[in-house]
Structure formats: structure tokens, C-alpha cells
């Protein structure tokens, strides 16, 4: 499949590993937009949230059990924020389902601003 994340998880395009098991991959944002920015994707194709489904919803919870986990692990205490962009008006560039998780600084609100 010709799909960016797919080709991260295949080991076809190099990244930088955060964590993996048997259903998520987590690796650092190529364009960190915070201290710690990793992109955390299901090993599954699912082209965004809008694709979610009762029949492949379980990898969210898993994606998202893993979140707390490397989070705990990497001694972020102060708080992290999690974002995923769905579609043009959010500004999906990648259409594989991804959670953003921005840490290391405090952050602001808005709807024009990740960060
Ligand atoms: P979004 O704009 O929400 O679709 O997020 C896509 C993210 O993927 C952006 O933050 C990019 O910086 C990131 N990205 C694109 N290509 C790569 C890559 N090869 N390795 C790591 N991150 C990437
Ligand atoms: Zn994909």
C-alpha cells in the first residue's frame, strides 16, 4: 500500500522508535512541534479517525494504554496533550490514523495552534 506510516511500520522508510508492540508503533515526529513530539499509529491501516469503527476501534484503547505507559516511562509527570487530525479542515497530511503526543512545555489552547 502506498501509505507513508505503513512503509515507518514496514521498516521500508527509517524512523525514530518510541515503542512497539503487537498492535501500535510509536515513533518521533520528523517536524517536532514541541520538546517531545511522537506520532503513536496502529500497526493496521486505518486511514483516520473518521474510519473508526466498532470492528477495529480495540487498537485505540490499545494505542492509548500504550500512551500511558511510555509516558509513565519517560518520567513525564507535568502532562501531556494528545491530538489527532481528521481530515482537511484539521490539517491531516498523513492518511493513517495517528495520535500526536506533545509534552516538555506548557501549552496554550486553540483551535489554530497545536501548541
Ligand atoms: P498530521 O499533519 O496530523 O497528518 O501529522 C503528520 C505528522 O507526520 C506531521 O507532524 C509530520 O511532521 C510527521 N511526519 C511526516 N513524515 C514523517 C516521517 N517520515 N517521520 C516522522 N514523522 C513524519
Ligand atoms: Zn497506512
Redesign the pocket.
Known sequence: MDC?FCK?IAGE?P?TKVYEDEYCYA?????PIAPIHW?FIPKTHISGASAVTAENADVVGRIFTAIAKVTAEAGITSGFRVIT?CGEDA????PHL?F?VLAGQPMGWSAESGV
Open positions: 507513508l515507518i522508510i524512523s515513533f518521533k515526529d520528523i517536524n506520532l487530525n490539517g491531516q497530511t498523513v495517528h500526536h
